[in-house]
């Protein structure tokens, strides 16, 4: 990972860890701990303002590294809303309708003044508006939903610092591959202020988290997480996996609906149900263990989650394993109630085993399972359903795609290299990053390679972007291209050629051009190596960054600099 990356989240982590003792010793005297009950497991007086800490690290960290746009702005504000509606929480106990309420507000301000959204979302035969709507609701239940799963799962010592952390590491390492060292950046530094943290929270606890952290975090990763995840083109991405990644406290948080429901209790009513307490409790293997083996189980997720892009078939495979282990833990543990055991029933039809529930040949039960077989084959149907109708907005996504595909230029006498970056650009019909970086190695290998040009000849013009196209060309005339009819003349240009690429780094750009303001730029950055010295560069590699803007469902390039002259600024026109 890219070394300023690292020190982001190096500087958050000291400053947490040097944070933590002194706020832990500050709140205690205020008397802000946390009390004991019939639920706690802790022992002793423990302050509960280590997300204070948390806050802290992570905002002068950001104040420092974060280039701040509207979207930051927006999650900073919001950030601040969850934060204060957490730490309020802590000293006087909200009643759980305010601390929806504040909830409410943060996400709302990411939604409206920060534009964070799930993007993408496309059903067939429903009008754009009502597309549109139902995205924003969905938005605003992920993010309310993930930031109460976070604070549900906060129960043990150090368990929800380190799944937060798995978590955020797994989207940063996917946006950092993904070219968004944006995303990457800001998941790093709140890496490293939970990590400071975590040193202090691992058991025996000195100090707890609190709603405060306990809320922020979970606001943080759902927020980040509808940044892109990394991915830019599919709304499974967005949601998806973060989904996996994030699947011990989700599945937490709906099987505390489900047991709260099933044992007629209130939804917010607190219990000693939860994931960790089975583990702990059930099962008898103490706090340590316990939260271990969630960190273990949290990581095959995460895992799980990182390879799809690559080897779905194996992803799949692996979630569903982990799947049934899941459920076959919670029929073993009674975690629903004890008469929720399907599989097992199941199972012991031919294993035949004693120990395993049976099924019962009586009257009652018969009537019982014609309900249970009806409700089966009414899931089945509905499963052929849903899979036809998902089918169906599957290639209705495709066909959209095909309509929007955009083919770009082949220009004249291109180059072997050349022909092969092309090549790559048509494997990658969507229009993101990864089909930006090779737009732009494009550009670059043809602007530099004069083997293959005529007199007056300008490389790189059908893919720069066209209201600036007149100011790249006179730029190139004065600068490159300004000796370059000599060497075409003379015929010494057959060895100025590029004969290999490297893509250094690939995000997203904080350049707007004026009157294009609000689409999507990247900043990719390129190593060139010449088929011999390039005598009008002076060497035989050299290094660029290409800026490009994604408008119109194309990729055209904006800007770029080689560092080899002292003004390489061609934006203005």
Same mark, same amino acid.
């Given at each position: 990972?890219?070394?300023?990356?690292?020190?982001?989240?190096?500087?958050?982590?000291?400053?947490?860890?040097i944070?933590?003792?002194?706020?832990?010793?500050?709140?205690?005297?205020l008397?802000?701990?946390?009390?004991?009950?019939?639920?706690?497991?802790?022992?002793?007086?423990?302050?509960?303002?280590?997300?204070?800490?948390?806050?802290?690290?992570?905002?002068?960290?950001?104040?420092?590294?974060?280039k701040?746009?509207?979207?930051?702005?927006a999650?900073?504000?919001?950030?601040?809303?969850?934060f204060?509606?957490?730490?309020?929480?802590?000293?006087?106990?909200?009643?759980?309708?305010?601390?929806?309420?504040?909830?409410?507000?943060?996400?709302?301000i990411?939604?409206?003044?920060?534009?964070?959204?799930?993007?993408?979302?496309?059903?067939?035969?429903?009008?754009?508006?009502?597309?549109?709507?139902?995205?924003?609701?969905?938005?605003?239940?992920?993010?309310?939903?993930?930031?109460?799963?976070?604070?549900?799962?906060?129960g043990?010592?150090?368990?929800?610092a380190?799944?937060s952390?798995?978590?955020?590491m797994?989207?940063?390492?996917?946006s950092?591959?993904?070219?968004?060292?944006d995303?990457?950046?800001?998941?790093?530094?709140?890496?490293?202020?939970?990590?400071?943290?975590?040193?202090?929270?691992?058991?025996?606890a000195?100090?707890?988290?609190?709603?405060?952290?306990?809320?922020?975090?979970?606001?943080?990763?759902?927020?980040?997480?509808?940044?892109?995840?990394?991915y830019?083109?599919?709304?499974?991405?967005?949601?998806?996996?973060?989904?996996?990644?994030?699947?011990?406290?989700?599945?937490?948080?709906?099987?505390?609906?489900?047991?709260?429901?099933?044992?007629?209790?209130?939804?917010?009513?607190?219990?000693?149900?939860?994931?960790?307490?089975?583990?702990?409790?059930?099962?008898?293997?103490?706090?340590?263990?316990?939260v271990?083996?969630?960190?273990?189980?949290?990581?095959?997720?995460?895992?799980?989650?990182?390879?799809?892009?690559?080897?779905?078939?194996?992803?799949?495979?692996?979630?569903?394993?982990?799947?049934?282990?899941?459920?076959?833990f919670?029929?073993?543990?009674d975690?629903?109630?004890?008469?929720? &055991?399907?599989?097992?029933?199941i $199972? %012991?039809?031919? !294993?035949? @085993?004693? #120990?395993?529930?049976? /099924?019962?040949? =009586?009257?009652a039960?018969?009537?019982?399972?014609?309900?249970?077989t009806?409700g089966?084959?009414?899931?089945v149907?509905?499963?052929i359903?849903?899979?036809?109708?998902?089918?169906?907005v599957?290639?209705?996504?495709?066909?959209?795609?095909?309509?929007?595909?955009?083919?770009y230029?082949?220009?004249?006498?291109?180059?072997?290299?050349?022909?092969?970056?092309?090549s790559?650009?048509n494997?990658?019909?969507?229009?993101?990053?990864?089909?930006?970086?090779?737009?732009?190695?494009?550009?670059?290998?043809?602007?530099?390679t004069?083997?293959?040009?005529?007199?007056?000849?300008?490389?790189?013009?059908?893919?720069?972007?066209?209201?600036?196209?007149?100011?790249f060309?006179?730029?190139?005339? &004065?600068?490159?291209?300004?000796? $370059? %009819?000599?060497? !075409?003349? @003379?015929? #010494?240009?057959?060895? /100025?050629?590029? =004969?290999?690429?490297r893509?250094?780094?690939?995000?997203?750009?904080?350049?707007?051009?004026?009157?294009?303001?609000?689409?999507?730029?990247?900043d990719?950055?390129?190593?060139?190596?010449?088929?011999?010295?390039?005598p009008?560069?002076?060497?035989?590699?050299?290094?660029?960054?290409?800026?490009?803007?994604?408008?119109?469902?194309?990729?055209?390039?904006?800007?770029?600099?080689?560092d080899?002259?002292?003004?390489n600024d061609?934006?203005?026109?």
């Open positions: 990972m890219d070394m300023e990356i690292i020190l982001h989240l190096g500087v958050s982590f000291v400053i947490s860890l944070f933590v003792p002194i706020i832990g010793r500050i709140t205690k005297k008397g802000i701990i946390a009390h004991i009950n019939e639920r706690t497991i802790h022992k002793g007086i423990i302050s509960r303002t280590g997300g204070y800490a948390i806050y802290a690290a992570f905002l002068i960290a950001a104040a420092a590294f974060l701040t746009d509207q979207q930051i702005n999650i900073l504000i919001g950030g601040l809303v969850i204060l509606t957490g730490f309020y929480d802590d000293i006087h106990d909200l009643s759980p309708k305010l601390k929806l309420l504040g909830q409410l507000i943060a996400a709302l990411v939604i409206i003044y920060g534009g964070i959204s799930l993007k993408d979302l496309t059903l067939p035969f429903i009008p754009t508006n009502i597309t549109y709507a139902i995205s924003l609701i969905i938005t605003l239940g992920w993010i309310v939903g993930i930031t109460n799963a976070m604070n549900l799962i906060d043990l010592d150090g368990l929800c380190g799944i952390m798995i978590t955020l797994t989207i940063s390492a996917s950092f591959i993904a070219g968004r060292g995303i990457a950046s800001l998941s790093m530094i709140l890496v490293g202020a939970i990590g400071g943290f975590l040193v202090y929270n691992f058991h025996p000195k100090i707890f988290m609190g709603d405060c952290g306990a809320l922020f975090i979970g606001y943080m990763i759902s927020v980040i997480s509808l940044l892109g995840f990394g830019e083109t599919s709304t499974f991405f967005t949601l998806g996996a973060p989904i996996v990644v994030l699947a011990i406290p989700v599945a937490d948080t709906l099987i505390a609906i489900i047991r709260r429901r099933v044992n007629h209790k209130q939804f917010d009513e607190a219990d000693r149900g939860h994931l960790h307490h089975q583990l702990m409790f059930k099962l008898n293997l103490g706090q340590t263990k316990s271990l083996i969630l960190y273990l189980v949290t990581a095959l997720f995460a895992i799980d989650s990182f390879i799809y892009e690559r080897h779905p078939i194996r992803a799949v495979t692996l979630f569903i394993v982990l799947l049934i282990l899941f459920e076959l919670v029929e073993v543990t975690m629903i109630s004890r008469k929720y &055991k399907p599989v097992l029933t $199972a %012991n039809i031919f !294993i035949k @085993s004693d #120990k395993l529930p049976k /099924i019962k040949e =009586s009257a039960f018969k009537k019982y399972l014609w309900r249970l009806r089966f084959g009414l899931f149907v509905i499963c359903v849903i899979t036809g109708i998902g089918s169906g599957y290639y209705y996504h495709l066909e959209s795609t095909k309509k929007k595909t955009v083919v230029e082949k220009v004249n006498s291109p180059t072997t290299l050349m022909n092969q970056i092309y790559e650009i494997k990658h019909t969507e229009v993101n990053n990864e089909q930006a970086k090779y737009v732009c190695a494009y550009f670059a290998c043809d602007y530099y004069l083997s293959n040009k005529g007199k007056n000849d300008i490389g790189g013009q059908a893919y720069f972007y066209k209201s600036r196209l007149s100011a060309k006179n730029y190139a005339k &004065k600068d490159y291209y300004k000796d $370059a %009819n000599k060497y !075409i003349s @003379s015929g #010494k240009n057959k060895n /100025i050629e590029v =004969s290999s690429y893509i250094i780094s690939a995000q997203r750009s904080q350049v707007e051009l004026s009157g294009l303001e609000g689409y999507r730029y990247y990719i950055q390129l190593e060139l190596t010449f088929k011999k010295k390039n009008i560069l002076g060497k035989e590699k050299i290094t660029l960054t290409v800026t490009c803007i994604n408008k119109d469902d194309k990729i055209s390039v904006v800007s770029f600099d080689d080899q002259s002292e003004n061609v934006i203005e026109s």
